[in-house]
């Protein structure tokens, strides 16, 4: 037997809690730009797992060690950036929920700096060879 209680009063259950059980509902264009920046992290931690699979395709056989250092090296900044989607977008919305001001953007450097060494690397072996 079903409850035909109405329960239009209850608050909707979200996950994750630690982000919506805190503040208040933010304008949702707010919360709409925040998911179009997680959604671009995913589309950034996609090329560079991309990226590491097509090095892997190129077989550049005087390099095996390199080559697999870096294709290790870019599946794991896609990895970490994936991950670090996810929390941006959870430190974000819980800053907008409870109007504080929004979090540094901690992957940016990381990000930054481990594609410039990839790409040197990538560069100098392939004038190498």
């Given amino acids: 037997m079903s409850d035909n209680t109405d329960r239009s009063d209850d608050p ?5 809690r630690r982000v919506y059980d805190t503040g208040e509902e933010p304008d949702p264009r707010f919360t709409f730009a ?9 589309r950034t931690a ?6 590491g ?15 697999l250092l870096l294709v290790v090296a ?7 950036c994936s991950g670090m989607a996810f929390i941006r ?9 409870e109007a504080k001001p929004l ?4 992957l940016a450097p990381v990000l930054a700096f481990g ?14 060879a």
Avoid: C, K, M, S
């Fill in 12 to 16: 909707p259950r979200r996950w994750p």
């Fill in 34 to 42: 925040n998911e179009r920046t997680f959604l671009a992290w995913i």
């Fill in 46 to 51: 996609l090329a560079l797992l991309a990226a």
């Fill in 53 to 67: 699979i097509a090095l892997e395709a190129l077989e550049i056989p005087e390099h095996d060690t390199l080559r």
């Fill in 74 to 80: 870019l599946a794991l900044l896609g990895a970490l």
């Fill in 89 to 97: 977008w959870a430190q974000a919305e819980r800053a907008l929920r």
């Fill in 103 to 106: 979090p540094a953007p901690a």
């Fill in 115 to 128: 594609l410039a060494v990839a790409a040197v690397v990538i560069v100098a072996v392939l004038v190498t």
